[in-house]
């Protein structure tokens, strides 16, 4: 959450066309579940983690860079760090069976 308030509500403003843009482009790619919201999550969680770029622009050019491997890299880790008691045991049953 701190994270979040390091990028500023007028800077999420200017960026967030932009992260529609790729989100859109994405789905194009047919990776149809992606949306704004995790691509947000994705970029101040794990690409912007230890650094953010220093102007809007180095911003801009950074989330136009972004591929579908490096977004569904950050997704096999989370779903990797996921803790046991967020995980639903009773779905796995449904794999079993």
């Known amino acids: 959450m701190k994270k979040k308030?390091?990028?500023?509500?007028?800077?999420?403003?200017?960026?967030?066309?932009k992260v529609k843009v790729k989100a859109?482009?994405?789905?194009?790619?047919?990776?149809?579940k992606v949306v704004p919201s995790s691509l947000w999550d994705y970029i101040i969680a794990y690409r912007w983690k230890r650094e953010f770029p220093k102007t809007i622009s180095e911003m801009k050019i950074d989330i136009e860079s972004i591929?579908?491997?490096?977004?569904?890299d950050y997704q096999v880790i989370c779903a990797q760090t996921v803790k046991s008691h967020e995980f639903d045991w009773d779905k796995i049953k449904d794999l079993l069976d």
């Open 5 to 17: 308030n390091r990028l500023g509500i007028i800077k999420k403003q200017k960026l967030n066309t």
């Open 24 to 32: 859109a482009e994405l789905q194009e790619e047919g990776y149809k």
């Open 67 to 72: 591929t579908a491997n490096d977004y569904f």
